[in-house]
C-alpha cells in the first residue's frame, strides 16, 4: 500500500521527484518511489513514528553523513551567497539574502519572542556564512523524520536550499523543543557531537547557537501551530544560550 504527494503543479512535482532521486543517491533513507503522476507522487508507506528527543543524536548522524556526501559529490563547488545547479535537478536556491529579509522582517514587526539578534545582528550572522562550506537544507524538523523499526526515514524532499554544515541539524534541534518542551540535558551537545562525527566539516557549538536563533525567529511564527507549543526563548539549552 503506497502514500500519494500531491502538488500544486506539475514543476513542483518534478522538482520533488528530482529532489528524492538526488537524496536517494547520497544514501539518505528515503520512501521507495512507485509511480509519478502529473501532480503526484505515489510513495512506499513507511510505518513508523516522529523523532522524540532521544531520536535526535541518531537523526543528527544522519543528517551529518548526507550533508557529508553531498558535499563530496558536487556542493564542494557551491558558495552559500549564490544559487548552485545540479545536473538533472535544478538549482538549490542560495542560503543568505531571501532568510537576510525574512528575519529582518520578522524581527521588525516584533513577533519574535526575546530574540537574541537585532535584525543587523541576524544579518551579520547570515552573511558572515557565504563563504562557508556547502551542504544542504532540507527543512529538518521533527515531523520530517520517520522512526522506524530499521532505521530512521526521511519523508520530506519537496523544497532544498544550500545551507551550512549544521543548519539543519538546528532546526531539528530547535522544532524537537518547541514540540516536546524542556530537552534532556546535555542533548544538544551529545547531538551536535554525533553530527560532526559523521561529517568532515565539523560545526562549533558556537556556529550551532547561532543557526538556532536564525531557526528561532524564522519558526516564532508557527508557535501555536503544527504542534509547536513551546517557544524556543524559554528552553535555550545552558550551553547554546546567547553570549
Known sequence: MGFTKHYRTADAMRRAQAHHSWLDRLGLPVPALIACRPRSLELSHIPGRHVAPNDVPASARLLGAAHTAAYRACLHRARLGAPFHLPGIGALEAFTTSRIDRVRQHLEQG????????????????????????AFYKDA?????????????????????????GYDLAKLILTTAMTYGPLPPRLTTTALDAYNQATEIPCTPDRLRDWLEIH????????????????WHTLRPTETRPR
Open 111 to 134: 513577533s519574535v519572542p526575546a530574540p537574541a539578534f537585532t535584525a543587523k545582528e541576524a544579518a551579520q550572522v547570515l552573511s558572515s556564512a557565504a563563504d562557508e562550506p556547502a
Open 141 to 165: 524538523n521533527l515531523r520530517n523524520f520517520l522512526v522506524t523499526q530499521t532505521g530512521i526515514v526521511v519523508i520530506d524532499f519537496d523544497d532544498l536550499t544550500l545551507a551550512p554544515f
Open 216 to 231: 528561532h525567529i524564522l519558526t516564532s511564527p508557527y508557535l501555536g501551530r503544527n504542534g509547536y507549543t513551546h517557544s
